[in-house]
């Protein structure tokens, strides 16, 4: 009998900011303005994103205001407050049942044991749809609310942040599955058997553990990982079961995708146990003209001295607010901050001979990810493309303004690749990892099933 192929299908993520990724999205007519105030606006983003069968809603993260700048200029910037991920996602779980939360969770200023145990508890609270982003963080002024008068190096974040991992996932793996017995008649609560101390004494922690929540109801929280240098990107091969990342062209995602699958085998894991996932920002109107409109009403609300700033955030790098606008962009020394970030955007300046002004307009949405402009049939098409040619498993999609973007991209966009047979019509699972398609891990004190056997 023959046997049918199942069709690879993309994975999306709702890349989402409370009122908008881009930095004027406030002052949309439309958009949600309460950043950070309002519950109500997260809970119709959460259950928008799962009406379109998201896989995940996705919260970036970073712990500081911004007080660079003139006063003036920092009062308006609408992206200033905002919910932590961690508390926000835990009280949206349990009013949607698929979708998946990702919340963004430094190695820098946490400690393992501390993480390990809100992520493992999320995922108890959510059944099963919890999942980390590891960033090293890319604001060097979170180093002051933190202890600290300067920002760690980038290579000493990267070394703390394979060591902290190691113990999340070793915390993880404290409890089996089926340890806890709950006997009341024999009063025995677990089997002592079944809990594994870790143990840890490493360079930056020693965690004795083992974890005090239970073991994940998807085996353990999906790992995701964001930082795409040369050494990022071994974090992610060696880590990551998503990798976020941001390209302005489809031959860069693909280089990305082909590097980051290629450095796989040195850590001994394999392409289906990946996914990547660009950032993408799509402006989508039922004709070409006015999905350009649109794009270009959200530019015109954009202040001078905001564009420059969320540039300077976006690289790393203060006191651009002196360069002629019309100017060239100039040459600037390595930040400490988002390195990779900063090369993307500056290549892209140089690539499509930007002024300095253009670039803070090309960054004021999309911050360095893939823009798309079009009707739902062309933003499809190019979804496709990148997804069937190798440079991607699937999108962050980056909302606009929120709930208007999001809404237009579930309305139209989401139908079109169903009809492809590109995207889920109904959740797979009921965990994120089954939704993703991730393999559930063997925990590590169990030896690994025999090839065949029954699982
Ligand atoms: C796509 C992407 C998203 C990121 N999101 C965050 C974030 O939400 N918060 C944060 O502190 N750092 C974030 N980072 C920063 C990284 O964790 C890292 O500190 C920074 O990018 C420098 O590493 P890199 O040069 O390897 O990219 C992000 C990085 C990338 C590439």
Known sequence: MATQTKQRMMHLGAFVHETGQHVAAWRHPEAHYHAGTSFADMVETAQLAEQGKFDFLFLADTAAVNLQGSADVRGRMGKVVKFEPMTILSALAPLTKHLGFVATSTTTFNEPYTLARQ?????????????????TSNNEQDALNYSRTEHMSHADRYERAIEFAEVVLGLWDSWD????IRDKESGVFYDTEKMHVLDHKGKHFQVRGPLNVACSPQGRPVLVQAGASGTGRDVAARLAEIV????????????FYTDVMARLPRFGRTQDEVKVMPGFYPVVAATQSEAQEKYDYLQSLIQKPVGISILEHT??????????????????????GPLSRQRLLLEQAKRDKLTFWELCLANAGPRGHALSIGTPTQVADEMEHWFKDGACDGFNVMPAFQPGSLKDFVDTVIPELQRRGLFRTEYEGTTLRENLGLPKPVNRHHPKPMAGAAE
């Open 119 to 135: 992520f493992a508890s999320l995922d108890q609270i959510s059944g099963g749809r919890s999942a980390w982003n590891l960033v």
């Open 244 to 255: 976020f990342t941001a390209a302005t062209t489809f031959e860069q995602a693909k280089e």
């Open 315 to 336: 690289i790393g790098v203060h006191h651009l607010d002196k360069l002629p606008l019309d100017g060239p962009v100039p040459e600037m020394p390595d930040t400490n």
């Open 177 to 180: 599955e089926d340890a806890f």
